[in-house]
């Protein structure tokens, strides 16, 4: 953990490793390799560096290479068998799961293989400082993952919204959010098909800059 660490709450992390991955095609995305690593890997290895409160993988879909790309990690691994129903039923089940006690949750989605502790860090500080109950980042005007909401945000989900989903939670909510600026590209690439996967690689092995990642074509 860097020296940098400033913020006063006390942050517990979901990862969400359930999805199918379908525009994919038939490779499971999270198996891919990013930098030498499994991409679902190295995203559990960034929320562990980064010395949150506590850290739940929730997983879904091909559950056993999940668990077998996450060995050894102190993670706790639940699983969602609603998965097929949508994404929100796994923020619901990664909820439930938490065991700690935490002013805030950081909702992680597992194919963000730019995402560095850094930009974690600034996350947390940027919650701690803001006034509302959801921070959602953007770069540039898009928005982004991961997002973080407060204990009583936690609390409306495991009332029973589990249908309202992160996105319209945001969109049903305005008041509640505050938009937090990046610096980085890293929180908007994800890899959802493979030319991000491609275009990921070319980053990796060429160093070519944001543009070349954020143009869709």
Known sequence: MSGRRRWTVVVAAILL??????????????TLPVSGRPLLRRTAELLLRAKLNEVVVVLGHE?????????????R??????????????VHRGMTALQRPCDAVLVCLADLPLLEVTDLEALMQAFADCPTSILVPTYQGAR?????????????????????GCRRLIEKNPELVTAFEMDSYHVVFDLDTEDAYRRLQQRLDRACEPQTLLHHG
């Not at 490793?17 to 995305?29: I, L, T």
């Not at 559950?63 to 993670?75: F, K, M, N, S, V």
């Open 17 to 30: 490793a359930a999805g199918e991955s379908r525009r994919m095609g038939a490779v499971n995305k999270l």
């Open 63 to 75: 559950e056993q290479t999940a668990r077998d790309l996450l060995h050894g990690l102190p993670l």
């Open 77 to 90: 691994l639940v699983v969602n068998p609603d998965y097929r129903e949508g994404q929100m039923t796994s």
């Open 144 to 164: 982004g993952n991961p997002i973080v909401l407060d204990h009583d945000q936690r609390e409306r989900i495991l009332a029973g919204e589990r249908n309202l």
